[in-house]
């Protein structure tokens, strides 16, 4: 039964995740721990971080010649000053997680899934959107102070790096570039999702528990990378728009059933 689980969970995150070409913040695994596996909100949520965390530092792995050109000064920020921020607010997100109770982690997922599904139904980028130079100098300096805030408490609290929220703003509004905020959100989702890990073991997991959901998230990330680059090369990009929508408005109606775990 648990390997029937396993499978269905990569195989549709791995899937749906190639289609919107989601690479590590997979909110869709959440849901999936949550309703197949049966987890208590915690429990998905700390596999989740492991999850998260290895897709991010996948990632940033995959583009070290890019990041080893940057300038010193960006370098100083992306690898000390956003992960010392992600390292408080993710300590605050975490004691929250620690002590609030699960129908408000509920409640806060169930939110999360109608306003990222909102944001796959409306909002789309064109493609001259995903090539500005020039930022908005205010809207980039906001982006650049409060989103290792806004990604370390939301991991810390509810698994989550806001990414599908803080990226639309960044562009849309910030007129950012779009190659240089996925690379600078996505290192500070790692250290924000290993600081989470390190914080929740250290409020409330025991050895045991700390290796179970390791281990389910090890597997369970190789998994959905594996279906991920396999399905990824054959899906056509010519679905991608509608597939999002599709996604979009599912998930939107999955909130209801987040809602519905509620005591």
């Known amino acids: 039964m648990l390997l029937t689980q396993f499978a269905l969970t ?12 989601i690479r590590f913040d997979r909110f869709f695994a959440i849901l999936l721990l949550l309703f197949l596996f ?18 991010a530092l996948t990632i940033i792995l995959q583009n070290k010649t890019k990041i080893y050109q940057l300038p010193k000064q960006k370098k100083i920020k992306l690898f000390l000053i956003s992960p010392i921020f992600a390292l408080f607010a993710s300590l605050i997100g975490s004691v929250l997680f ?8 509920i409640i806060t997922l169930g939110i999360l899934a109608i306003l990222y599904g909102a944001r796959l139904v409306f909002i789309h980028f064109q493609k001259h959107e995903l090539e ?3 930022a908005n100098p205010i809207i980039s300096k906001i982006c650049g102070l409060a989103g290792p805030w806004i990604s370390g408490f939301f991991i ?38 290993l600081f989470a890990i390190i914080w929740h073991y250290i409020l409330n997991q ?19 990378h594996f279906v991920y ?17 599709l996604i979009g408005i599912i998930l939107i109606f999955v909130s209801a059933k987040i809602f519905m775990l509620i005591n």
């Open 132 to 134: 500005y130079v020039k």
């Open 156 to 193: 810390g609290f509810v698994g989550t790096s806001f990414k599908s929220l803080k990226i639309p703003f960044a562009i849309k509004i910030g007129k950012m570039n779009a190659k240089q905020v996925y690379l600078g959100n996505t290192i500070t989702a790692f250290f924000a999702s």
């Open 206 to 224: 025991t050895n045991t528990v700390f290796y179970e959901n390791m281990l389910l998230g090890l597997a369970t990330f190789a998994g959905i």
């Open 10 to 21: 990569i195989i549709i995150v791995g899937f749906v995740t190639a289609g919107l070409r």
């Open 38 to 55: 049966g987890f208590g909100i915690k429990t998905s949520i700390n596999v989740f971080l492991w999850v998260i965390a290895l897709g």
């Open 98 to 105: 620690e002590y609030t109770t699960s129908n408000v982690l």
């Open 229 to 245: 680059e396999l399905t990824e090369i054959v899906f056509p990009d010519k679905w991608r728009k509608s597939f999002q929508i």
